[in-house]
Antibody, heavy 121, light 112 residues
């Protein structure tokens, strides 16, 4: 079964750091680009970051650029999101999502169950 | 920061047809990038529903269909069922920022 499982969420103070992990199984992880997407409580979805299969290309949304770092370890079938300088507005459920890219297509075909991050004093 | 605009809610009786619009810009839908649609059932992660030219993942019924014109796209649900109730999001690529994927504001579908 194709599966993504996030972990590492929790409660952090503003200014703190947190590292999220996403474990992939059921497919050849090293063949796929990956993404992080978040959803604040009661709000919509927000794309955060993208990384190619080889880590050669990495992109970020403006809202997290300079504070968050995406990375991956293909040997461990794992995706990561290092989150620094956390703010209250970073409070959200964080999803990892497998990338689906075609000639004119860029979407997400597999999603994890999400991990909750709460930033509060 | 949603770049794609959807109606906040739509509703219909069982068996009826409802549509959800998704309005974008010349840098995303209008540039010819495929539109993806996701369904998020209460308390669960989003799931890919349909994308591009009516491409559906295995298990998604053909009651769901899409269309696109100019800078807008639409999702139609025919034969509305109780388990179609949830939040629907459109999504596309936006060329104004390299690598940027953008989501719609989301639409809550209620089955009356």
């Amino acid at each position: 079964e194709v599966q993504l499982v996030e972990s590492g969420g929790g409660l952090k103070h503003p200014g703190g750091s947190l590292r999220l992990s996403c474990a992939a199984s059921g497919f050849t992880f090293s063949d796929y680009s990956m993404n992080w997407v978040r959803q604040a409580p009661g709000k919509g979805l927000e794309w955060l970051s993208y990384i190619t299969s080889s880590s050669r290309n990495i992109y970020y949304a403006d809202s997290v650029k300079g504070r968050f770092t995406i990375s991956r370890d293909n040997a461990k079938n794992s995706l990561y999101l290092q989150m620094n300088s956390l703010r209250a507005e970073d409070t959200a459920v964080y999803y990892c999502a497998r990338d689906f890219t075609g000639l004119r297509s860029s979407g997400f075909d597999i999603w994890g169950q999400g991990t909750m991050v709460t930033v509060s004093s | 920061q949603s770049v794609l605009t959807q109606p906040p809610s739509v509703s219909g009786a069982p068996g009826q047809r409802v549509t959800i619009s998704c309005t974008g810009r010349s840098s995303n839908i209008g540039a010819g990038y495929d539109v993806f649609w996701y369904l998020q059932l209460p308390g669960t992660a989003p799931k890919l529903l349909i994308y591009g030219n009516n491409n559906r993942p295995s298990g998604v019924p053909d009651r769901f269909s899409v269309s696109k014109s100019g800078t807008s796209a639409s999702l139609a649900i025919t034969g509305l069922q109780a388990d179609d109730e949830g939040d629907y999001y459109c999504q596309s690529y936006d060329s104004s920022v390299i690598g940027s994927r953008v989501f719609g504001t989301g639409t809550k579908v209620t089955v009356l």
